[in-house]
């Protein structure tokens, strides 16, 4: 993939973020989705590629947009893997929450995992404590070790989970390890992104969540040196089914960050949609202009870039509210 493909993508997520963000508070997630949706896919079209989602909206009958096979791009090489989320938490930005994000990850033909839309156990970690923690470790361990890689002490250590039911084991011991606790409502990807920078304040990911945003939050963390580690939680025979069309037998085993996003290559890219730790959201202008913030990165080089973009809401026609 060439370098200059990095820039091109972040167009993709800002007009993705653009097109949604005046749903924010209004308590309408599904129309939101749709406005990043068409606007992504719209901008997609124009990027030098010959793309196929492989992490999107659902399969051909349950999407109308960025469905899973589509193709996406010129039809230019190189061919890439595209994973998406137009809107990264659509509770969030219905409710006027903290970090809703539009993201994309591409990365050369076949290294992608195809990720079926079923429960993920993930682990997530920046650049200090990589390689030092794992899913088949407890919980106590795990903070342990993330300390020790931080040089502070296990009260110092702020875990992120989502806030939910299934979760309360592992905040009962996170608690009893003597740790600090952030609970989410929504949008791990951007918890997970947010363990690879301090200045955020935090430092591990614990739980489940969706698969695909574990393969768009691996392909984040390979750019910026953390890790990731998922283990598949199937609930049915279809879903099992699914695994083992991936080539996956063993639905225990854990997933390393190399097994999600296979090589040295991947560009993720993300804008804030609303207000968040990492980016910040989109901001009007009165009717004609508007502010984004977008993180783009690539695997490959190391190179992290933030964006601040000014933008010309006449002149984009997609945007609407």
């Known amino acids: 993939m060439e370098r200059e493909l990095a820039l091109e993508v972040v167009r993709v997520t800002e007009l993705a973020a653009l097109s949604c963000a005046r749903w924010m508070g209004r308590g309408q997630k599904m129309e939101a989705d749709d406005a990043a949706t068409s606007a992504m896919r719209l901008m997609f079209d124009t990027i030098q590629v010959d793309g196929t989602v492989v992490i999107g909206e659902g399969e051909m009958d349950e999407a109308p947009m960025l469905y899973i096979g589509e193709k996406l791009g010129t039809g230019s090489l190189p061919k890439v893997d595209i994973a998406v989320d137009p809107l990264e938490g659509t509770n969030i930005l219905a409710n006027g929450l903290w970090n809703a994000l539009s993201v994309v990850a591409i990365a050369p033909e076949g290294t992608l995992l195809h990720a079926p839309d079923m429960y993920m156990d993930k682990i997530a970690v920046g650049p200090k404590a990589r390689g030092k923690v794992s899913l088949d470790a407890s919980v106590k361990e795990n903070l342990e070790a993330v300390a020790a890689a931080g040089q502070k002490d296990v009260s110092d250590v702020v875990a992120v989970l989502l806030d939910r039911p299934r979760h309360q084991k592992i905040i009962d011991e996170i608690r009893a390890a003597g740790a600090r ?8 990807v951007a918890a997970a992104v947010n363990t690879a920078f301090e200045d955020t304040g935090v430092d591990i990911m614990f739980g489940s969540g969706g698969a695909p945003e574990g393969v768009l939050a691996a392909a984040a963390l390979k750019c910026l040196g953390g890790d990731l580690q998922g283990r598949l939680l199937p609930e049915d025979e279809a879903q099992l ?13 854990v997933l390393s960050l190399d097994d999600l996003v296979k090589g040295d290559d991947a560009i993720f890219a993300a804008t804030g949609v609303t207000e968040g730790e ?11 202009k508007a502010r984004t913030h977008s993180l783009v990165m690539r695997a490959k080089t190391g190179t992290v870039r933030f964006v601040e973009a000014l933008h010309d809401l006449n002149r984009k026609s997609i945007i609407k509210g």
């Open 181 to 188: 606790i952030k609970l989410i409502t929504d949008g791990d």
């Open 241 to 253: 089914a699914r695994c083992r069309d991936m080539g996956i037998t063993d639905v225990t085993k």
């Open 278 to 288: 990492l980016l910040r959201g989109v901001r009007f202008m009165g009717k004609s």
